[in-house]
């Protein structure tokens, strides 16, 4: 693969640079403006009860993350593509859900960065996501978009995940309740749980880094340890951040503090650290927002260019176009940015059960389109026990999905 995306060539050797991109891809997807403000929203409404939450969701992120990338990466194959092979018909079924989806969340992405932009500069909310989507399109402009794609993540992955763990540090959570609320909460609610599994490895998420990784020629089961580590990884990243951005906002509500306003994030960072805190916390929703900005319209497009090679030569004006698309929407729509980012991560959550099953399909009876490999029989078993639970969590939550909205 050159550096203009969809660009193909026989596999060559992996850069730690193509890794650390896939890896932060989907990390910073799964950790972007969605969860910073449902984070916040659930940590107010359930205090350290939400603890319990974030561990199902790791858990569950665990089980279809390690799967996902390994069918994907053994096969060679992107999602929608096994899912032809599976059913014909289902591959475009998937893609259709997946680009609705991502569409979806993506105007909650762009909304993100208006909101981090409010919060850094007091900026408009409006200009600061149209602003914000011209950065994101000039990232696919270049003549080398898919290096400057990898390096725009891992650099603000690791700016946000610091400025949280300072935030976490100074706001004094009471870390002991945390933990033992993870085990026995004092509440469960099941469309929190949905929509947090589906802000982190809903919709598009759960196929951005693997994605990537084939786009790149990292595939095949003589690559099998390199996906699995690559995997590892981005949960590694992915679990620490969470954790960090619940401790920070558990602090401050522990404290007393009200966050009642309309950007409730935003509030707790500044109860936690004052002005400073504010900035760092504009800093954070704007990373965490423009690198799924970009996250979603690449991972979304993916789901699209193997239909036709057509397509595949204007990929990276179709991830243009669907950034266009995703901010007249946003500047189009009258709906609070915290509205749609929770209600992003509830339909994505409802879409997960459809494309995860095809790939457990896949892993547990299609040995043929991964190329004879024999796959773990531990995997199928923890993969089909989260099948499970995002059915069940899907089925719980869909009447109270109008609840969002209202």
């Known amino acids: 693969m050159t550096d203009k995306l969809g660009s193909k060539k026989a596999p060559s050797p992996v850069s730690k640079g193509t890794l650390l991109g896939a890896v932060f891809l989907m990390a910073t ?14 940590t107010v409404q359930l205090g350290a009860a939400f603890a319990f939450a974030i561990l199902v969701s790791i858990l569950v ?6 799967n996902v990338w390994r069918v994907v990466g053994v096969s060679g194959l992107r999602a929608q593509e096994l899912g032809n092979r599976v059913l014909p018909g289902v591959g475009y079924l998937m893609a259709a859900l997946v680009v609705f ?8 992405n762009v909304s993100g960065t208006a909101l981090g932009l409010d919060a850094l500069f007091g900026l408009e909310v409006k200009l600061g996501g149209a602003l914000s989507a011209l950065v994101a399109i000039g990232i696919f ?27 976490a540090v100074v706001s004094g959570p009471p870390v002991g309740e945390a933990m033992r609320q993870a085990v026995v909460p004092d509440r469960i609610d099941f469309l929190v749980i949905t929509t947090l599994i589906g802000g982190t490895v809903g919709g598009y998420i759960t196929y951005a880094g693997a994605h990537r990784l084939v786009d790149a020629g990292v595939h095949g089961p003589e690559q099998v340890a390199q996906v699995s580590r ?7 990243v992915t679990g620490l951040m969470r954790a960090v951005l619940f401790l920070a906002v558990l602090g401050v509500v522990a404290g007393g503090a009200s966050l009642a306003g309309a950007n409730p994030a935003a509030e707790a960072f500044h109860h936690a650290a004052g002005e400073v805190g504010l900035r760092v916390f504009g800093m954070i929703l704007w990373g965490a927002s423009v690198t799924s900005v970009i996250g979603a319209s ?11 090679p057509v397509l595949e030569r204007r990929r990276n004006w179709l991830v243009i176009g669907f950034i266009a698309v995703s901010t007249t929407a946003f500047l189009l729509i009258d709906q609070a940015p915290t509205t749609l980012l929770v209600l992003a991560g509830a339909v994505n959550g409802l879409i997960l059960p459809v494309g995860f099953g095809v790939l457990m399909w896949v892993a547990a009876r299609r040995r043929d389109l991964l190329g004879g490999y024999r796959y773990p029989r531990w995997l199928i078993v923890i993969g ?4 499970l639970l995002t059915v069940y969590l ?12 209202s």
């Open 101 to 108: 989806g991502g569409l979806v969340f993506n105007i909650g």
């Open 394 to 405: 899907g089925w719980n939550s869909l009447s109270e999905l109008g609840t969002l909205w």
């Open 141 to 167: 402009l270049s003549k080398r978009a898919g290096v400057a794609m990898d390096r725009l993540v891992v650099g603000l992955g690791v700016v946000m995940i610091a400025l949280t763990t300072y935030v």
């Open 298 to 308: 690449y991972t979304s497009v993916s789901f699209l260019v193997s239909f036709s």
């Open 29 to 42: 997807s799964a950790i972007g403006p969605g969860f910073i403000t449902q984070t916040t929203t659930f």
């Open 230 to 236: 690559s995997s590892i990884t981005a949960l590694l």
């Open 384 to 387: 089909v026990a989260a099948w």
């Open 61 to 66: 992120d665990i089980a279809v993350q390690l």
